[in-house]
């Protein structure tokens, strides 16, 4: 049994940065893990695309290392890597902010001034306002997700069924 997380490319931490640079200046600091998941995550019934997590002390202190990471990571993302490799750069930006409006930059912490926070409706106020031009992505995105695993689940299906025919079963 393989692992459930990889590394994410080069170019999705290039898509993050751009984003934290346009969209959250309040987050420059923030030191942010991203994670491709290999296998289908589901929440109250729908594909979970992109996931954001605070860290704790356990977890800074397994990702720290002695150069960039000194005092390990404040958030990790996951992202639904079968999604990922099948949807447009626009979508995947808009995956990325939603998962960075989970955060908060509390000014007045005294130690970790990273936070989370909930959706303010379904989604971000904000969000709903800027894909005003696609308001379903989200939806969109979910189904084609969907499709591509149960493609795939089909797919293992009808080889085991072939392998079972070939060895006589």
């Known amino acids: 049994m393989g692992l459930r997380y990889e590394e994410v490319t080069e ?24 994670l491709f998941d290999l296998k289908k995550r589901k ?11 605070k860290t704790n002390d356990l977890i800074r202190h397994l990702t720290k290392d002695d150069i960039e990471v000194m005092e390990g990571y404040d958030y990790i993302i996951t992202l639904d890597k079968t999604c990922w490799d099948h949807i447009s750069d626009e979508d995947r930006v808009r995956i990325l902010r939603h998962e960075l409006r989970h ?27 800027m894909n005003q031009n696609d308001p379903r992505w989200r939806e969109r995105v979910s189904t084609l997700t969907e499709d591509i695993y149960e493609q795939e689940k089909e797919a293992r299906s009808e080889k085991r069924r072939k392998k079972g025919n070939r060895q006589g079963i």
Do not use: C, Q
């Open 103 to 129: 955060t908060f930059f509390d000014i007045d912490a005294e130690n970790d001034p990273y936070k989370l926070l909930s959706h303010s409706v379904s989604d971000f106020y904000e969000e709903v306002e």
């Open 11 to 34: 170019n999705v931490l290039d898509m993050l940065r751009e984003v934290k640079s346009h969209h959250f200046g309040e987050l420059r600091n923030a030191k942010i893990k991203v």
């Open 43 to 53: 929440s109250g019934g729908r594909i979970v695309l992109g996931r954001i997590m």
